[in-house]
């Protein structure tokens, strides 16, 4: 209990107070990054260079030509709330710079230890001041060139508990990376340099925002951009939207600047989506980056510490006005569907050449016919010839199948699913009784009184299973005691991933099958960040991937012998697209998601004609699963509809 003279409120050290403000603005070691490059973007640079080690957790460079300070001037930049942008409160409704509160470098610098050279170009000298620990250590002449370089050295030395936190090099460069090309992207008329470990992952010189989009992306994103530019008197919009058909499962390529400063809004966001509905298949988000230039004065950036939101005045009309001039460009340049009203709606038929006799079309009836015979050993609607199709994945039945296992052991395990249950009889059936025939689906030829039981062992189990494929998706068959569909792309999904989770937990490697001419694709440097994070477990699945010659390309020497015959570029970019919305997770969950990713990839295509011999290895493969019912998502790979429901669908 207190006295009435003692005090219980006492005023915060200033190096605790600015390392409390440092856990806002500096969470990771991109934020440092964000920060220096925005002053340095503020003091007029033409060029900046950012150089990382380790991710920048042990040293971060920010370098650039800007008009540099003066000895005063570099000692007093690191104090609390130094700023040389704003003087009173009526400046904060003009706001045209991109940092203005002069906490930044006091929060890095109470948590590294800070070296900064500059020197403006009317002086000969420039000066370092050194600060650690939110101290000066010392301040010095020195030779430099004109403009400013900070290094950012054992960033969270003094707080222990935050650099513990921090995740692996390749999880924090990503986040740099990200940092980066969001300033890069918002000022295209400059040059940047991001180099790590000595290593140079962009070079990118000043040119037009679709030279700068391509330049950090890839070449393969210059066919995907539309332009998009509208001029109100209350918003200006300029930028690109990416072709409804490039969309990806993951967000991460949308970008959107107000006044050149990165913002996220989820009205403007929204307003882009809906711009493109029914252009995008459900789950799927399109690259867009796009400049809105605003009145500062109806616009408040000053509302989260690290300045990526902000309010508008005027919302609603900006997001009417966005949502118009996407949907205006992707019909400007034939992405959106369109309807020709002159067109007359009738069939387009050639007229008869000169001469020419125009037989009435007859109709040819076959009495024969009957689409549930069986001919050839061959199921009813799984006959005939594999079409190929784009998919990877080919069955091989004579081979063992998937997963090694022998034809026995799985017909064995699909035995047990089809025999399970005895047949019910609906209700006031009075049929034969068939309670004792094993599982098939009855179809009876013409002039068939009865059709002959199925074998339920040997051989003959597998070659008169009831079995064919519905719409070139599903695969269907019965058990004993109703009908069974089996989703093929699904199923064999499943198959795949047991096998890679199986070779993980018994600690083999995945035979690689070797590429004849072995290929490089653009991945970008922040997605190659995330396959080398990921390479001991794709390494076990059989990949063979090593780092191209370009900072963001990988080379593809090899792929896993059940992913042979895919597309390289398809298997990588399933991968990625599983690790991209993996995001921060552990070691053995991002290898789970790599696992998902490539079997998805490799697995059949839905759409794809089967033999029955595929049918086959499908199924037998999919219930020695030991998990047949879902795949890696937890979606449905089968349904199965017992006699009840068949019947009461004829009630």
């Given at each position: 209990?207190?006295?009435?003279?003692?005090?219980?409120?006492?005023?915060?050290?200033?190096?605790?107070?600015?390392?409390?403000?440092?856990?806002?603005?500096?969470?990771?070691?991109?934020?440092?990054?964000?920060?220096?490059?925005?002053?340095?973007?503020?003091?007029?640079?033409?060029?900046?260079?950012?150089?990382?080690?380790?991710?920048?957790?042990?040293?971060?460079?920010?370098?650039?030509?800007?008009?540099?300070?003066?000895?005063?001037?570099?000692?007093?930049?690191?104090?609390?709330?130094?700023?040389?942008?704003?003087?009173?409160?009526?400046?904060?409704?003009?706001?045209?710079?991109?940092?203005?509160?002069?906490?930044?470098?006091?929060?890095?610098?109470?948590?590294?230890?800070?070296?900064?050279?500059?020197?403006?170009?009317?002086?000969?000298?420039?000066?370092?001041?050194?600060?650690?620990?939110?101290?000066?250590?010392?301040?010095?002449?020195?030779?430099?060139?004109?403009?400013?370089?900070?290094?950012?050295?054992?960033?969270?030395?003094?707080?222990?508990?935050?650099?513990?936190?921090?995740?692996?090099?390749?999880?924090?460069?990503?986040?740099?990376?990200?940092?980066?090309?969001?300033?890069?992207?918002?000022?295209?008329?400059?040059?940047?340099?991001?180099?790590?470990?000595?290593?140079?992952?962009?070079?990118?010189?000043?040119?037009?925002?679709?030279?700068?989009?391509?330049?950090?992306?890839?070449?393969?994103?210059?066919?995907?951009?539309?332009?998009?530019?509208?001029?109100?008197?209350?918003?200006?919009?300029?930028?690109?939207?990416?072709?409804?058909?490039?969309?990806?499962?993951?967000?991460?390529?949308?970008?959107?600047?107000?006044?050149?400063?990165?913002?996220?809004?989820?009205?403007f966001h929204g307003a882009v989506m809906r711009a493109m509905e029914g252009l995008l298949t459900p789950g799927q988000f399109p690259l867009y980056v796009l400049f809105l230039e605003?009145?500062?004065?109806?616009?408040?950036?000053?509302?989260?510490?690290?300045?990526?939101?902000?309010?508008?005045?005027?919302?609603?009309?900006?997001?009417?006005?966005?949502?118009?001039?996407?949907?205006?460009?992707?019909?400007?340049?034939?992405?959106?569907?369109?309807?020709?009203?002159?067109?007359?709606?009738?069939?387009?038929?050639?007229?008869?050449?000169?001469?020419?006799?125009?037989?009435?079309?007859?109709?040819?009836?076959?009495?024969?016919?009957?689409?549930?015979?069986?001919?050839?050993?061959?199921?009813?609607?799984?006959?005939?010839?594999?079409?190929?199709?784009?998919?990877?994945?080919?069955?091989?039945?004579?081979?063992?199948?998937?997963?090694?296992?022998?034809?026995?052991?799985?017909?064995?395990?699909?035995?047990?699913?089809?025999?399970?249950?005895?047949?019910?009889?609906?209700?006031?059936?009075?049929?034969?009784?068939?309670?004792?025939?094993?599982?098939?689906?009855?179809?009876?030829?013409?002039?068939?009184?009865?059709?002959?039981?199925?074998?339920?062992?040997?051989?003959?189990?597998?070659?008169?299973?009831?079995?064919?494929?519905?719409?070139?998706?599903?695969?269907?068959?019965?058990?004993?005691?109703?009908?069974?569909?089996?989703?093929?792309?699904?199923?064999?999904?499943?198959?795949?991933?047991?096998?890679?989770?199986?070779?993980?937990?018994?600690?083999?490697?995945?035979?690689?099958?070797?590429?004849?001419?072995?290929?490089?694709?653009?991945?970008?440097?922040?997605?190659?960040?995330?396959?080398?994070?990921?390479?001991?477990?794709?390494?076990?699945?059989?990949?063979?991937?090593?780092?191209?010659?370009?900072?963001?390309?990988?080379?593809?020497?090899?792929?896993?012998?059940?992913?042979?015959?895919?597309?390289?570029?398809?298997?990588?970019?399933?991968?990625?697209?599983?690790?991209?919305?993996?995001?921060?997770?552990?070691?053995?969950?991002?290898?789970?998601?790599?696992?998902?990713?490539?079997?998805?990839?490799?697995?059949?295509?839905?759409?794809?004609?089967?033999?029955?011999?595929?049918?086959?290895?499908?199924?037998?493969?999919?219930?020695?699963?030991?998990?047949?019912?879902?795949?890696?998502?937890?979606?449905?790979?089968?349904?199965?509809?017992?006699?009840?429901?068949?019947?009461?669908?004829?009630?």
């Amino acid at each position: 209990m207190t006295t009435a003279t003692e005090t219980v409120i006492s005023r915060l050290p200033e190096h605790v107070a600015n390392q409390i403000a440092a856990g806002e603005v500096v969470q990771r070691p991109a934020s440092v990054v964000k920060e220096l490059m925005e002053n340095a973007l503020d003091a007029g640079a033409r060029r900046i260079v950012v150089e990382l080690k380790d991710a920048g957790r042990n040293r971060i460079v920010v370098a650039d030509d800007g008009c540099g300070m003066a000895p005063a001037d570099a000692e007093a930049c690191f104090g609390r709330h130094a700023t040389s942008k704003l003087r009173s409160t009526d400046d904060l409704l003009s706001l045209a710079t991109m940092g203005f509160r002069g906490e930044a470098l006091a929060s890095i610098a109470s948590i590294a230890r800070v070296e900064l050279r500059t020197r403006r170009a009317e002086e000969e000298m420039g000066v370092e001041v050194v600060m650690e620990g939110g101290k000066c250590q010392s301040t010095e002449p020195v030779t430099c060139d004109v403009g400013s370089r900070m290094t950012v050295k054992r960033l969270f030395y003094n707080v222990p508990a935050r650099r513990n936190f921090l995740k692996s090099d390749q999880v924090e460069l990503r986040h740099c990376i990200d940092e980066f090309q969001r300033v890069a992207l918002a000022h295209a008329d400059l040059s940047f340099v991001l180099r790590h470990n000595g290593s140079e992952l962009f070079d990118l010189p000043a040119g037009s925002l679709r030279q700068r989009i391509v330049r950090i992306f890839g070449g393969k994103y210059d066919e995907r951009l539309v332009p998009v530019e509208e001029r109100t008197d209350v918003v200006g919009l300029q930028g690109f939207v990416g072709k409804p058909e490039f969309a990806r499962r993951t967000r991460g390529e949308q970008f959107l600047f107000v006044n050149g400063r990165f913002i996220r809004h989820g009205a403007f966001h929204g307003a882009v989506m809906r711009a493109m509905e029914g252009l995008l298949t459900p789950g799927q988000f399109p690259l867009y980056v796009l400049f809105l230039e605003v009145d500062p004065a109806r616009v408040d950036v000053n509302i989260h510490p690290t300045k990526v939101e902000a309010k508008f005045q005027e919302d609603r009309a900006i997001v009417a006005i966005l949502q118009a001039a996407v949907k205006r460009a992707l019909g400007r340049f034939h992405v959106a569907p369109s309807l020709d009203f002159d067109t007359e709606t009738a069939f387009d038929i050639a007229p008869p050449k000169p001469g020419q006799e125009v037989e009435e079309p007859r109709i040819q009836l076959d009495p024969d016919y009957n689409p549930f015979r069986q001919e050839g050993g061959q199921g009813s609607g799984g006959g005939g010839h594999s079409t190929g199709g784009s998919g990877t994945g080919t069955v091989n039945r004579t081979s063992g199948g998937f997963g090694g296992r022998a034809d026995r052991d799985r017909i064995e395990a699909t035995r047990r699913f089809f025999e399970s249950g005895p047949a019910q009889r609906p209700e006031g059936d009075d049929s034969g009784d068939t309670g004792d025939m094993p599982a098939r689906l009855v179809f009876s030829e013409v002039g068939q009184s009865e059709a002959e039981p199925l074998p339920t062992m040997g051989s003959g189990f597998d070659e008169q299973r009831p079995l064919f494929q519905l719409f070139g998706g599903w695969i269907v068959t019965a058990t004993r005691s109703g009908l069974v569909l089996v989703d093929q792309h699904r199923a064999h999904t499943r198959i795949l991933y047991e096998r890679f989770a199986s070779m993980a937990q018994q600690t083999l490697t995945g035979h690689a099958q070797q590429l004849l001419f072995p290929e490089d694709l653009e991945v970008g440097a922040a997605d190659r960040a995330l396959l080398e994070d990921t390479m001991p477990a794709l390494v076990a699945m059989g990949f063979n991937l090593e780092a191209g010659g370009d900072s963001g390309t990988i080379r593809v020497l090899g792929l896993p012998s059940d992913a042979a015959e895919g597309d390289p570029a398809v298997l990588v970019d399933a991968v990625l697209t599983e690790l991209r919305e993996a995001g921060e997770v552990d070691v053995d969950l991002r290898a789970s998601r790599a696992m998902a990713g490539v079997a998805r990839g490799a697995a059949i295509p839905s759409g794809r004609t089967l033999t029955r011999a595929e049918m086959l290895d499908i199924v037998d493969g999919l219930f020695a699963c030991q998990e047949p019912d879902r795949d890696p998502w937890g979606r449905p790979t089968i349904a199965t509809f017992d006699r009840e429901a068949v019947a009461s669908r004829f009630r």
